[in-house]
């Protein structure tokens, strides 16, 4: 059982071995199991989150933190758990990409794209370990999200579980 104390690696690498298993994407799949063995590749996180969720990437990750929020005491059903599940890992993982890239690293935007909504100056230490602590959280509502698509999975359609969020 995890808190939302716990790491934010140990976190993200939770939600997303959960995501992998909803997930029904072979390509989402294939970049679970990459993030997770160590492939932290911006550009390639980025085009697994917008399978998932098109406009998830540009969203702050306080943002995707208040609108998963905002769906907890809802029931959102099996598709909408299982996608904020798929969607909450994989933001939580590229907030943890954005935040261990240097501005070095960054790949320039071409000319006439929307930049990501994100830094690319260094950032100070509290900056930083407070974007992985609300990765983390993400993380964590995301398993949250993982048990309750399974749950409605179980329980099928005439008997949709309670969602609780602990």
């Not at 989402?28 to 989150?49: I, N, P, Q, T």
């Not at 943890?96 to 260094?122: C, E, K, N, Q, W």
Request: proline residues 9%; negative net charge; aromatic residues 6%.
């Amino acid at each position: 059982m995890h808190s939302p104390d716990d790491d934010p690696d140990t976190l993200v690498d939770a939600a997303l071995a959960e995501a992998a298993n909803l997930s029904t994407d072979p390509a989402f799949k294939a970049w679970c199991h990459d993030y997770r063995a160590g492939d932290s590749d911006e550009s390639v996180a980025r085009r697994a989150l917008s399978a998932v969720w098109p406009e998830m990437p540009d969203i702050t990750i306080e943002e995707v933190h208040g609108l998963m929020e905002d769906d907890v005491p809802r029931d959102v059903g099996e598709h909408g758990a299982s996608r904020w599940a798929m969607a909450g890992a994989a933001r939580a993982a590229l907030e943890l990409i954005r935040t261990r890239t240097g501005p070095g690293d960054v790949d320039p935007v071409p000319v006439g794209f929307v930049t990501p909504a994100r830094s690319v100056t260094p950032q100070s230490p509290d900056v930083a370990r407070h974007r992985e602590r609300e990765a983390g959280l993400v993380a964590f509502m995301a398993l949250h999200f993982a048990e309750t698509a399974k749950a409605h999975r179980m329980a099928g359609p005439e008997h949709p579980p309670r969602l609780r969020f602990t």
